[in-house]
């Protein structure tokens, strides 16, 4: 039944990816809502909250009932306005939810008044609460780069950048700044990561970039961009499956068998595939499944690959298929009661909030 939930439970929303992808850049983060859907995101959907490591500053809109049946804009620029003044950001984002959404809210318009206002870049992402996260995080790349990537022929050569590193499908812990160091130890000067490293500028000078690198799914619209505005090329590139796959069998107290004719990987679509990668090594014979519930890109997949949409139609496949074992975070197993084969825990955050 389309929408029903009995075991598993709903997935990071839009406007949590999209906020994901501004929360080191130094921007004023507007979520423009009553305050329920940011008390999601920073409560439920945002790991780095967990963190001292770093904050960021967003804010709800504190949106009242009649605010938004009257479209009432000029409040929320005078909100705007009072928090420029506290903390003189760079720029300043104003992510969608439901309400905007419903009430029709002309984000074009949002934005050229409030740059008027606030003598500041403004971005506006038109998400609505109600599409998956990954696609929030497509909108907000892409939004970033039409917004400050630039171009400049005489910009030093030999930068590459890496796209989709979101720790709503990445651990907190992952080890990027030893990827940077791999970059660099193979003759790149700089190494940008998009949604790691902190501050704009990296935006603005990707259009010098030699190379991309697309690390989810979710980075691959930017990439596209990027490659068809300023010709930068890019790859597909998922850099820790050789380590994660042994890690993640070994913390389940399994061990590879031969037994697993038939493996269902359940994750982000380039997480998924690296991992089936990796297992075919070992297992090069086996039937191995890659299934995800979020973008799926044809090229990228296999002709035996799934893509969920429903909590239904993914319990009857599994059960019809009878698989030997399945990676995937431990949440879905919720809504395998039948299942009782080798299962290895493959955490996703916005699946979860698991790490």
């Keep these: 039944m389309k929408g029903l939930r009995l075991f598993l439970p709903p997935f990071a929303p839009d406007d949590?990816?999209?906020?994901?992808?501004?929360?080191s850049l130094g921007g004023l983060v507007i979520i423009c809502d009553a305050g329920g859907c940011a008390g999601n995101i920073c409560?439920?959907?945002e790991p780095r909250w967990d963190?001292?490591?770093?904050?960021?500053?967003?804010?709800?809109?504190?949106l009242r009932?009649?605010?938004?049946i009257l479209g009432r804009d000029d409040r929320l620029i005078e909100k705007l306005e009072a928090a420029c003044k506290a903390l003189e950001p760079s720029f300043a984002a104003i992510i969608g939810t439901p309400v905007p959404a419903v009430i029709g809210t002309d984000y074009l318009g949002l934005k050229r008044l409030a740059e008027r206002c606030l003598n500041i870049p403004v971005i506006t992402v038109d998400t609505n609460g109600t599409k998956l996260y990954d696609e929030g995080i497509s909108k907000a790349y892409l939004i970033l780069f039409k917004e400050?990537?630039?171009?400049?022929?005489?910009?030093?050569?030999?930068?590459?950048?890496?796209?989709?590193?979101?720790?709503?499908?990445?651990?907190?812990?992952a080890p990027w700044e030893k990827l940077r160091g791999d970059l660099l130890a193979e003759d790149w000067k700089r190494v940008d990561i998009y949604g790691v490293d902190k501050g704009i500028e990296s935006f603005r000078q990707a259009g010098n970039n030699s190379r991309n690198l697309v690390v989810s799914a979710a980075g691959l619209t930017a990439a596209r961009y990027l490659e068809r505005t300023f010709g930068t090329p890019f790859d597909i590139f998922?850099?820790?499956?050789?380590?994660?796959?042994?890690?993640?069998?070994?913390?389940s107290g399994k061990l590879i068998?031969?037994?697993?004719?038939?493996?269902?990987i359940l994750h982000e679509q380039?997480?998924?595939?690296?991992?089936r990668q990796e297992l075919r090594q070992f297992l090069p014979h086996s039937r191995i499944v890659c299934g995800t519930w979020f973008q799926q890109h044809t090229k990228h997949a296999e002709e035996q690959d799934m893509h969920f949409r429903e909590e239904d139609e993914f319990q009857m496949y599994a059960e019809e298929q009878d698989f030997d074992c399945i990676f995937g975070d431990r949440d879905f197993l919720r809504a395998l009661p039948f299942y009782h084969k080798d299962f290895i825990d493959t955490p996703h955050f916005a699946v979860s909030g698991s790490r």
Excluded: C, R
């Design 257 to 264: 068998s031969l037994d697993w004719k038939k493996i269902l």
């Design 65 to 68: 009932d009649m605010d938004a």
């Design 238 to 251: 998922y850099p820790f499956a050789a380590k994660e796959l042994p890690q993640a069998i070994e913390a």
């Design 51 to 62: 963190s001292a490591k770093e904050s960021s500053a967003v804010f709800s809109a504190g």
């Design 43 to 45: 409560g439920f959907d």
């Design 16 to 23: 949590s990816g999209a906020a994901s992808v501004f929360y």
């Design 148 to 173: 400050f990537a630039t171009k400049s022929e005489d910009a030093p050569k030999g930068t590459i950048g890496i796209l989709g590193a979101s720790p709503l499908d990445f651990p907190l812990d």
């Design 270 to 275: 380039f997480h998924a595939n690296a991992l």
